[in-house]
């Protein structure tokens, strides 16, 4: 069986995206199924103003209708909203394929941080990209049911894995050491970073990532400890030393980054919106409440234990079965150069 996912979101960028589609090709390359990714690594790009991490392939529909054509996929499934999600959409409708889309980032709210567009016009064209498709996926049923009552159809349910392999407590954690509070990903305004910034916590803000706004927060926080963009086990060894993660975005429609700290046995404080909502528990794996302080310091009274179980529920094997369960597939004999090469003979 024949899967071509295309997505504007791709390595080298390493985000939650990028993260879920890594490790959900490799469970369905282990199962057996031929997996086609187009992305922005075959077309000429230009830096995604605002965003210059995303590159934005120009590519013709027509260009994708040939790969399409020649590969001649089972299940079509378009990952990203930017300009390969589009021509990708239209080479689909005008070939006839059927196709799937994912929902993974409030773009609307991302783009009125920084231009006044108001979130109707932002998601009147989502719901043309989205709702053309057999069925759009997203990470949560709190996102689902906000995403119906917006407008999308067809609206299922893709949950997330987490590595926790990777992702584990300290083998040998200090009895007694310095508080620290952590946040990880990327260090933009959209992500609220100042909300935790100001806090008066007792003990160390650490702030794991890179981003177009960090510079100015090192100017602005001098004490706070910026490491900068980490991965693999550094990554993981410095979430681990953490004493609570803090996760500040109004906008996460997840946060993988929730699931990796819980799996290191470190509670999450956030606000109680959907993003923490699908996965925080209150009192057993982290806190959420309108007061981030609060929900901060009431994550020092929970049992790591309880934070490791609950991501060990987070499987990247469950999340596959999602994912395929969502895709439309259909029967198809041949791919255009095996009825060329049946039609020369």
């Avoid at 979430?239 to 699931?259: C, K």
Wanted: net charge neutral.
């Amino acid at each position: 069986m024949k899967i071509v996912i295309v997505t504007d979101a791709w390595l080298p960028q390493v985000n939650g995206v990028v993260t879920t589609y890594v490790k959900t090709i490799h469970e369905l390359q282990n199962r057996g199924y031929t997996v086609t990714t187009i992305t922005p690594e075959s077309f000429r790009t230009i830096p995604c103003p605002t965003y210059p991490e995303i590159q934005l392939s120009l590519v013709r529909p027509a260009t994708i209708s040939q790969t399409l054509d020649r590969i001649g996929p089972n299940s079509v499934h378009l990952a990203t909203e930017g300009t390969l999600g589009w021509a990708a959409r239209r080479a689909c409708i005008t070939g006839g394929f059927d196709f799937t889309t994912s929902y993974h980032t409030r773009f609307p709210e991302y783009i009125r941080v920084r231009f006044p567009l108001p979130l109707r016009l932002s998601y009147t064209l989502l719901r043309s990209f989205h709702n053309r498709g057999a069925g759009m996926m997203v990470s949560s049923s709190q996102l689902k049911s906000e995403m119906e009552e917006r407008g999308f159809h067809n609206v299922n349910l893709w949950s997330r894995g987490v590595d926790t392999d990777l992702f584990k407590p300290l083998a040998s954690p200090a009895a007694s050491r310095e508080k620290i509070f952590t946040y990880l990903g990327r260090v933009a305004p959209e992500k609220n970073l100042e909300a935790f910034l100001d806090l008066d916590l007792p003990g160390i803000k650490m702030v794991i990532g890179d981003g177009p706004a960090l510079i100015d927060l090192q100017a602005k926080y001098p004490d706070v400890r910026f490491t900068g963009f980490k991965r693999g086990r550094e990554l993981a060894a410095l979430l681990a030393s953490s004493s609570v993660f803090v996760f500040p975005s109004l906008t996460d429609t997840l946060g993988v980054v929730q699931l990796e700290a819980m799996a290191c046995g470190v509670p999450v404080a956030a606000f109680p919106v959907s993003g923490p909502q699908s996965v925080i528990v209150n009192g057993y794996n982290g806190w959420m409440h309108e007061d981030l302080k609060t929900a901060v310091l009431k994550c020092l009274y929970i049992k790591p234990e309880n934070c490791r179980q609950y991501a060990l529920t987070y499987t990247w094997e469950s999340c596959t079965d999602q994912f395929l369960s969502n895709l439309i597939f259909r029967a198809i004999p041949y791919s255009l150069d095996e009825r060329l090469i049946e039609k020369a003979a």
